[in-house]
């Protein structure tokens, strides 16, 4: 079993942030997208803040980030390829300062397929100085949410579905995360949100906010059409306890 993924309030070296850099994909929207990116890298990297490390995919990316970026304080740009800017799914889950876990990725279950965003896992380890701990599972890192105490949050929908790991059961789930992210428990919800291309992650649902703290949002108004997924994994969520046997406490937030 590997140790637990540490909380994503622990400390930690750098953020890590894909910087927007195929004009065929993000088409005119791409210079918009380019200014939040920069003002987000600008923002964390700010006096008394993170240590940035933002990837680029393509060499006309690089060239727009070190032009727009290059010089500033706190912010390492780095050269790389990918097909998409989300390396939260794509890249891998650090299990502290010098291992990553990395997993196979299937463009979020073969809807988005892109060029090189299955070799992102391999390009941050090795830019981080990290050992990357390979895994033949397929696993996006949006699709977990940790307590940094081996609890694990997801749901059903993205887990168990089987355009990721075909066969896959909460039990073969679960064996996979304690041997390569050091889960001691595995919380199981089930439906993610609507429309959402990534079959459910748990990360726009439900995230720790402490050990033994979870936080699920209301829904925004009567018409909020996630509004009984959010009421329904909050009343899972309040029946559930951690690794360390707590019973959770659920807070409930406004919806975005």
Not at 22 to 34: I, K, R, T
Not at 170 to 185: M, S
Request: glycine fraction near 14%.
């Amino acid at each position: 079993m590997s140790r637990p993924v540490p909380a994503e309030w622990a400390p930690h070296r750098a953020m890590w942030l894909g910087f927007p850099s195929h004009a065929d994909l993000w088409e005119d929207n791409l210079v918009p997208a380019q200014d939040e990116v920069e003002a987000l890298a600008r923002a964390l990297a700010g006096p008394g803040g993170e240590r940035v490390r933002l990837m680029t995919g393509t060499p006309e990316g690089d060239a727009e980030a070190r032009r727009r970026l290059g010089g500033v304080a706190g912010v390492d740009i780095i050269a790389g390829r990918f097909g998409d800017v989300w390396l939260r799914d794509t890249g891998p889950i650090f299990l502290g300062p010098d291992a990553a876990a990395g997993f196979r990725f299937n463009g979020w279950g073969g809807k988005y397929d892109l060029p090189h965003d299955d070799e992102v896992a391999d390009q941050v380890a090795a830019a981080a100085g990290v050992d990357l701990l390979r895994s033949e599972a397929i696993l996006e890192g949006g699709a977990l949410d940790h307590d940094g105490e081996g609890t694990i949050l997801t749901t059903r929908q993205c887990l168990l579905n089987p355009n990721r790991n075909p066969g896959w059961t909460e039990a073969a789930a679960e064996a996979v995360l304690a041997r390569d992210l050091g889960a001691r428990k595995v919380l199981w919800l089930g439906a993610g949100l609507q429309n959402d291309h990534t079959d459910g992650h748990v990360d726009n649902l439900a995230r720790f906010a402490a050990p033994g703290v979870v936080v699920c949002p209301v829904g925004f108004g009567a018409g909020d059409p996630n509004g009984e997924v959010y009421d329904a994994a909050a009343r899972a969520l309040s029946g559930m306890t951690d690794a360390a046997g707590r019973s959770l406490r659920v807070i409930r937030i406004p919806s975005p």
